[in-house]
């Protein structure tokens, strides 16, 4: 980014729903804001998530409770209104802001008003980002809000980014951060050739399938806490009870499985850059999965009406995925029932080289802070 930008109060709302990952993108959004030199109070229905995922919070991010009382006269008022994934900004909030805009008279903009879209590389997305939804009745009357859709190709809003993200990669040492998980883990040294493997995931039907393939040659295999950590004892026929310091870690066959805590957004970053192929799911995960450059399935947030079937093969053409690839989402997301094929050595370079060119065309983009920043520039 070369164009600086006055600072601007923003006011992002978040209302939960699935239950790591629109608060998570809602975190990186605000914390990527706060680093360009904005104010923003992230206004959220359930912001326990972070304690964990950001608990030394950042400097020029305050955290509100949804429904809580509007900005005192103190306060700055919004210049900037911010709803993620279509949630509706409390009416008592919106009316607060059409006060504040009608004392501050005529002289000042409006608050530029933008309903924040879920990530698709569905081709209605070129079509729909930046379109104008005029506000016809209610207090706001007059006003316009803006859809903006983050998105992966350059007529669509870009994907969230820290400005230093690629440096800190590459600055990453994966041989000394495996042997501190080892330490961690009470683990040895692993077989030669050993595959790791990270797993953030629903229930995928397809998942005693593949731990079983990864019972068939040296793999350690990091799953994540909560749903992943269920799944995969439910489909070992393990106790479900809680993952006690004696149970962090397990073995089968050549299968070695390490059960994590929870973990700020940078570690769980360095975790996917560890590994040789990430399991992935929803939002938020999938993008920071393609930055850190390695083969990566998907499991895409499951809808009624199949809507997501649609989604995920045009996620799949955008990402130019090879056959083996588009078969093994398939079957990882029940869409189809044909038998799992956990890939060989050649075929984890080949879909690991799919997605280092695709993090390289994403790469010539502008990001989604970037983009942002500019598009309100141009509306005030």
Known sequence: MTQPFATLQWDVFCRVIDNFGDIGVCWRLATQLAAQGQQV????????????????????VELRAWGAPPPGPEEPAPDVMLEAFGCD???????????????????????????????????????????????????AAGWTRWFFYPGFT??????????????????FDRTAWRAAHAAAFGLGDGAPGQRW????????????QLLQRM??????????????????????AEDMGPITPKR??????????????????????????????????GEDSLVRALWAGQALVWQIYPQHDNAHHDK??????????????????ATWNGLDAAPLQWPDDDTLAEWTACVEAARARLLTQDNLVAQLLSFVAEKR
């Open 41 to 60: 109070r992230l206004w959220t229905d359930d912001a326990s998530a972070l304690q964990w995922m950001a608990p030394q919070g950042c400097p020029g």
């Open 89 to 139: 900004i409390a009416p008592e909030f919106i009316a607060y802001s059409a006060f504040q805009e009608s004392v501050r008279g005529q002289n000042h903009p409006k608050p530029i008003w933008i309903n924040l879209e879920y990530l698709s590389a569905e081709s209605y997305v070129e079509r729909n980002h930046r379109l104008p939804s005029p506000i016809l009745s209610g207090p």
């Open 154 to 171: 350059p007529a669509t809003g870009g994907l969230l980014r820290e400005n230093d993200l690629i440096a800190r990669r590459e600055a």
């Open 197 to 208: 493997v990270s797993l953030f995931c629903y229930e995928p039907t397809a998942l005693p």
């Open 215 to 236: 019972q068939e040659q040296p793999t350690h295999l990091l799953v994540t806490p909560g749903r992943p950590t269920a799944a995969v004892l439910a489909a070992l």
């Open 248 to 281: 962090l870690s397990d073995q089968r066959e050549q299968l070695s499985i390490s059960y994590l805590p929870h973990r700020p957004q940078p570690a769980f970053d360095e975790m996917l850059w560890a590994c040789d192929f990430n399991a992935v799911r």
């Open 312 to 329: 995920l093969w045009a996620f799949l053409d955008w990402l130019q995925a090879p056959a083996s690839l588009r078969r093994f989402h």
